[in-house]
């Protein structure tokens, strides 16, 4: 169960889904309706439908947070979705519910579980995904099944058991916030602000993306991090589905300070979540399934992207290049701007890796 990684300081959600999240992990984690699929159930939450957040609309199910007006009182409540995914043959998510009370997460999740168990394919591995299920029913067909099972399910006291506390859920700052103002800023600092530091909607406070190229850390660099994480924001760390980590809840006087300690640790690189913020699978290098190098293609491509940056017009800035090294989407290449994926081609006798080329996809409003 994922979650968007600004959920609970994004300045435009709906409210903070990570309790919901952490609820619903816990909830499926080893239970009996869980142990029969045919393979893997992603969920998804996200705080807001404008951004990408969650990606709920690539995921097995997804909810979007909402609130309504019921009877003069505001109602909390997820947009459900389901049957989404992306591998060699992506499926966007379809629409459960619009508006699925958060009292009935839980139960729906449930009954959402045990349909799939009960239906969805079991021998042929490649169209064992719920997706295909939703597909083959339509969508209509698939919700009357679930609400017909949430009808006979024996009731269970952790549906509403978690409620209580997702109010009380709250993030604890490790330091007293302090504005940014006549600190001594280290040369960089400025562009490094600019792309890798999101202001939080609590007042004083930032989150710090930590630009890992290619993903990598060594084991050193994960140690130094850890101290810093310690010194700067305590627990509050999280990392993307982009491969970075976020520093949330970082004081805004600290960072001068934390960027010359990221410096020194070789991770200060600027342009998160920009063209050079490139996200690759492991491609050829470590995967069985890689048909060509998908790392070796990022790196290449980051490289010289990387000097003519500062250069570039703002919208091109803003493109996303996603990477796989087969068809599978492990890299989410249908999900980006310009998308590379794997695969040979015979020339001169001899199969040669290739890379087909998407352009196109749609990163903003959860994929």
Not at 106 to 121: C, D, S, W, Y
Not at 143 to 157: A, H, I, S
Not at 213 to 235: I, N, V, Y
């Amino acid at each position: 169960v994922t979650a968007c990684p600004l959920a609970g300081v994004c300045r435009d959600e709906v409210f903070d889904v990570t309790p919901y999240a952490k609820s619903c992990a816990r909830f499926l984690l080893g239970h009996p309706d869980v142990q029969d699929f045919g393979r893997k159930f992603k969920v998804a939450f996200s705080g807001c439908k404008e951004h990408a957040c969650g990606l709920v609309t690539m995921h097995d199910m997804g909810g979007i947070a909402v609130k309504r007006m019921e009877d003069g009182k505001e109602r909390r409540g997820f947009e459900l979705y389901v049957g989404g995914g992306l591998g060699a043959v992506p499926h966007q998510a379809k629409l459960f519910d619009s508006f699925l009370p958060e009292e009935e997460l839980l139960p729906t999740t449930q009954a959402i579980a045990r349909v799939f168990a009960r239906l969805g394919e079991k021998d042929i591995r490649s169209r064992a995904r719920i997706k295909f299920l939703v597909a083959k029913l339509g969508i209509d067909e698939f919700r009357r099944l679930v609400l017909e099972e949430r009808k006979v399910m024996p009731e269970d006291p952790r549906w509403m058991a978690y409620l209580p506390e997702v109010r009380k859920y709250q993030e604890k700052p490790l330091k007293k916030s302090m504005p940014l103002n006549g600190e001594e800023r280290p040369e960089g600092f400025e562009q490094w602000y600019e792309t890798n530091v999101y202001p939080q909607r609590q007042e004083g406070y930032v989150v710090a993306t930590i630009n890992l190229p290619l993903g990598d850390l060594s084991s050193w660099q994960t140690r130094k991090l850890a101290d810093l994480a310690r010194r700067f924001t305590g627990e509050n760390v999280r990392i993307t589905v982009e491969q970075n980590i976020l520093f949330r809840w970082v004081s805004e006087s600290d960072l001068p300070e934390l960027y010359r300690e990221l410096q020194g640790l070789g991770l200060s690189d600027p342009g998160a979540g920009s063209i050079v913020d490139i996200t690759a699978c492991p491609g050829t290098d470590t995967c069985k399934l890689g048909i060509a190098s998908s790392r070796g293609l990022a790196g290449e491509i980051r490289t010289r992207l990387a000097t003519k940056f500062s250069e570039m017009d703002e919208a091109v800035k803003n493109l996303r290049v996603k990477i796989s090294g087969c068809f599978n989407s492990c890299g989410q290449h249908h999900i980006s701007d310009i998308g590379f994926y794997g695969t040979s081609r015979t020339i001169g006798g001899r199969k040669v890796a290739h890379f087909q080329v998407l352009l196109g996809g749609k990163w903003q409003e959860n994929a």
